[in-house]
């Protein structure tokens, strides 16, 4: 019998609407085999799987405005990320290493993984489609500023732009440089504008709603 434990087929009966790719139908029979030869439990694939879903990016956001109120906190992010996330419950859920690179007034840095789609799944939850997508692994390459631009960003020209690949091994968080006028804010305020997209480097942080006079 054959048993994928597959969100799409877990229930006998229930079929998915659309014919499966070619890549998705290789690895649901690779999935197979290796249950079937004893190397992996069809049950760990489903909890890595909920594990991974379980994340997404208000984890990283809590992370970047710890970083920002915290000095010491910012360093140990940047020197040793597994063991400065571990500090605030967050256990990264691969073998992969994390490394966080700082965007400051000199330096942005813009991650892409140009392999496939290595993503810093422990703290943002899965990756977006535009970040696996073949578009994106090379525009990223050839003209990181015109993709920042398409959302939205225009950096100045002296700002230097570092493009981070992240790799099965090293994966790469953005730690996106603190809006002006947050100056006295607590961190929940400041981790809400903490976007996916600014801890990928494609856009900055949003700015703080500037409360109008009465
Ligand atoms: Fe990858």
């Known amino acids: 019998m054959r048993e994928y434990h597959h969100d799409e087929s877990e229930h006998e009966g229930i079929q998915p609407d659309s014919e499966l790719s070619l890549p998705a139908r290789r690895a649901l029979a690779i999935h197979e085999l290796l249950v079937e030869k004893g190397i992996i439990a069809a049950d760990e694939v489903r909890e890595r799987t909920d594990a991974y879903r379980s994340r997404s990016p208000s984890d990283g956001a809590k992370v970047v405005a710890k970083a920002w109120t915290d000095p010491a906190f910012r360093k140990r992010l940047l020197d040793d990320a597994r063991a400065a996330v571990y500090e605030l419950g967050y256990t990264l859920t691969h073998d992969a290493e994390l ?59 002296q700002v230097q732009v570092r493009l981070v690949d ?49």
Request: aromatic fraction near 6%; hydrophobic fraction near 35%.
């Open 166 to 214: 992240s790799t099965a091994d090293l994966r790469y968080l953005v730690l996106p440089r603190r809006p002006a006028g947050t100056e006295g804010m607590a961190e929940e305020e400041l981790a809400a504008l903490v976007t996916r997209d600014s801890m990928i480097g494609v856009t900055e942080p949003l700015s703080p709603k500037i409360e109008s006079p009465a």
């Open 99 to 157: 490394a966080v690179v700082e965007n400051t007034s000199e330096v942005h840095h813009l991650v892409v993984c140009t392999l496939c789609s290595c993503y810093p799944t422990s703290l943002l939850g899965p990756p977006p489609d535009w970040y696996k997508s073949f578009a994106y692994r090379q525009r990223a390459v050839i003209g990181p500023r015109s993709v920042m631009r398409e959302f939205g960003l225009e950096l100045d020209d």
